[in-house]
């Protein structure tokens, strides 16, 4: 009884102030004729008639098409050469100025290259947010393979463990955990190369859609497509986190005890 | 999680082979195989354009990228677009620091800001900054007003996470005795509770950073504010290719320093922080 009370003041007190700025900001903008801030209202009927609309084919479908190849294929990169770079002392330390530099590279200045040597369009995209978006991933998986226990290593030894057998029992479960964080980053990465990408060189996609509707003033459209963004790289976040707490349960049920 | 995601434990301490002669110890051979690794690579890129493997008109020769980088570092001009990059970048996380500091207070101490405002941050959080470009040059143009809004809300998360995170840690049970043996107001915060925040503000302001500097030159090379993205995007349409590619460089180290500035501020910060102790691993 007590603690159903609880629950429910918790979610009443965490709801309340997202439904008082939505409210604010329906209210505020009802009557609103500036160029920049158009009624929420509007906002809403763009963004319906848009996204659940001709655009959602157009460019919605596109965007999220492209994404999900570029992540995949910047993951598996990521965990593959992490792998082969992290088991060797020497190959390790050769890697590691250079996955700093590109680590620490600002993704979307590749793009100008991207647009050189593919010009525009899908492959280009995918292409740019494989070659910014792989780095985190690939970086954590060099550590976490390289903080693989002593014992743990001479143990998978003196029982003759196979290549495969000690990937899959030993180094990926011990590296799991640094692997996911790189992989959040990864997302991050990969969202914001997508959308930079399709910003300046797609003919489609939401990040076309959103610059393109700035630059002819169609200010409803540019609110409707980040609230699109928004909302998407919101989910996109859930679901991962969703992904990461089943991958690991058996590390969070070790780590409980 | 965030923490472990761009901090790499402390460099696995050198193990000691005993019977080899210790000439060069196993952090020397690191670097050595670190800086053949790098003109490794800078030789294949040299050869690769000489040979015409790689299209001049796309990858110019890395000898003629440096040379382009050496005599831009001789003008001016190069120096006020890292200016305008790096001072925006710095704004905002001053920025970012501040209100960082006092929403995590509000949030970590008061349950009631806590829940009324998770719901806002966790949606806020995963808003990729670079979306809000559109936005932000609608209502300020290509301006550093732009620039440092839009910094500040993406690199504002990771510190504030952090913060928060630390602010839950503060342990109860030092709080309490400080408190019974009376250690004031002053002690209480310059012993018990900075030192616990210490670690977690520097990993947040960390990785603040490197998002603060990525927004910068998003922000220059799509919305046309001044800065080394602005000049990337500039020498591409002008074809002006080794420049370009000067640029693309200055962005890498750019990051490269900053994370090596915020390391070397841990150590004498946190030197007696387990993290920063050779013996863990």
Do not use: C
């Not at chain 2, 915060?189 to 616990?196: A, F, G, L, N």
Request: proline share 6%; no cysteine.
């Amino acid at each position: 009884m007590n603690t159903l009370t609880d629950t429910t003041r918790t979610a009443l007190t965490r709801l309340w102030l997202p439904v008082a700025l939505v409210i604010a900001w329906w209210v505020s903008s009802a009557e609103s004729t500036s160029l920049y801030f158009p009624p929420l209202a509007t906002i809403v009927e763009v963004f319906v008639r848009d996204w659940f609309g001709p655009h959602f084919t157009a460019d919605l479908l596109p965007s999220l098409g492209k994404f999900l190849i570029g992540f995949t294929l910047a993951a598996v990169l990521g965990i593959t050469g992490g792998m082969l770079l992290g088991m060797n002392r020497y190959t390790r330390a050769a890697a590691e100025p250079i996955v700093l530099f590109f680590r620490s590279l600002p993704g979307p200045v590749l793009v100008p290259i991207g647009i050189m040597v593919i010009g525009i369009g899908a492959g280009m995209n995918i292409f740019i947010m494989v070659l910014g978006a792989v780095w985190p991933t690939l970086m954590n998986t060099i550590d976490g393979v390289r903080s693989l226990d002593l014992v743990q290593q001479d143990m998978s030894r003196s029982y003759r463990l196979t290549l495969t057998q000690r990937i899959r029992y030993v180094v990926l479960p011990n590296a799991g955990p640094q692997i996911f964080a790189g992989l959040r980053t990864t997302l991050q990465m990969s969202i914001i190369l997508i959308v930079v990408s399709e910003m300046v060189a797609s003919t489609n996609g939401i990040g076309f859609y959103v610059l393109y509707s700035q630059q002819t003033f169609a200010v409803a459209e540019t609110w409707a497509g980040t609230i699109l963004l928004g909302v998407l790289g919101y989910l996109a976040s859930l679901l991962f986190i969703a992904v990461e707490r089943r991958v690991l349960a058996w590390q969070a049920g070790i780590t409980k005890e | 999680m965030v923490a472990a995601d761009i901090t790499p434990p402390a460099g696995a301490p050198a193990k000691a082979r005993p019977g080899l002669p210790v000439l060069w110890d196993a952090r020397a051979t690191d670097l050595a195989l670190g800086a053949a690794a790098v003109a490794g690579v800078l030789g294949l890129w040299e050869a690769l354009s000489r040979t015409g493997v790689l299209d001049t008109q796309v990858f110019p020769a890395a000898s003629t990228v440096l040379v382009e980088l050496w005599r831009l570092l001789g003008t001016g001009v190069f120096w006020g677009d890292l200016w305008a990059t790096l001072s925006s970048a710095l704004t905002g996380l001053a920025l970012v620091v501040l209100i960082g500091t006092v929403a995590a207070m509000l949030i970590g101490l008061i349950r009631f800001v806590e829940n009324s405002t998770w719901v806002v941050v966790e949606f806020l959080k995963p808003i990729p900054p670079i979306a809000l470009i559109p936005l932000g040059l609608l209502l300020w143009g290509p301006s550093p007003t732009m620039k440092v809004t839009l910094i500040t809300f993406g690199a504002l998360w990771p510190f504030l996470t952090q913060m928060v995170y630390g602010i839950r840690q503060t342990n109860n049970v030092a709080l309490d005795m400080a408190s019974s043996y009376r250690l004031g107001w002053w002690l209480t915060t310059t012993r018990i509770v900075v030192p616990t925040l210490l670690p977690y503000a520097l990993t947040g302001l960390r990785i603040s950073a490197s998002i603060a500097v990525i927004v910068s030159v998003v922000t220059e090379l799509i919305g046309g504010a001044e800065g080394i993205g602005q000049t990337i995007a500039v020498a591409q349409i002008n074809n002006a290719l080794p420049t370009m590619y000067a640029y693309i460089l200055t962005a890498g180290l750019l990051g490269v320093g900053i994370n090596l500035v915020f390391q070397a501020l841990e150590k004498p910060l946190l030197f007696w922080h387990p993290s920063q102790r050779g013996d863990t691993n």
